[in-house]
């Protein structure tokens, strides 16, 4: 056994997933309704104009995902689940949870683009 100092294990760190290392939510946001979508962007918050297109890009992602009656029709719905007003059954819950999080890679994915703008 040599006499040098033991190392010592160094934990590996999680990588948290893209969206919570940095969220849109203080660059901008999609509002839907009936009748369309809404994207408003905060651009005061950005840091560039690489924050500017990868969140339009992001926002427009969302916003072609919600473009129709029946996406935004499904995902107020879910709203109303969340906030206490319509309970939806957990396996419709699941399901539309799974399919929010595939928009948002989707999205995510999709900010690449944003440096061919």
Do not use: F
């Not at 396996?91 to 440096?115: F, G, P």
């Amino acid at each position: 056994m040599c006499g040098g100092r033991k190392k010592k294990k160094e934990k590996k760190k999680k990588s948290q997933p893209r969206r919570r290392r940095h969220s849109r939510r203080a660059y901008s946001q999609t509002t839907i309704d009936r009748d369309g979508v809404l994207i408003v962007l905060q651009i005061a918050n950005m840091h560039g104009e690489i924050d500017v297109a990868q969140t339009l890009v992001h926002e427009l992602v969302h916003a072609h995902q919600l473009g129709n009656r029946t996406a935004r029709g499904l995902h107020l719905d879910y709203l109303k689940h969340v906030w206490g007003q319509t309970p939806m059954k957990s396996n419709t819950v699941s399901a539309y949870e799974l399919l929010i999080d595939q928009r948002e890679h989707e999205a995510y994915d999709a900010e690449d683009l944003a440096a061919r703008l």
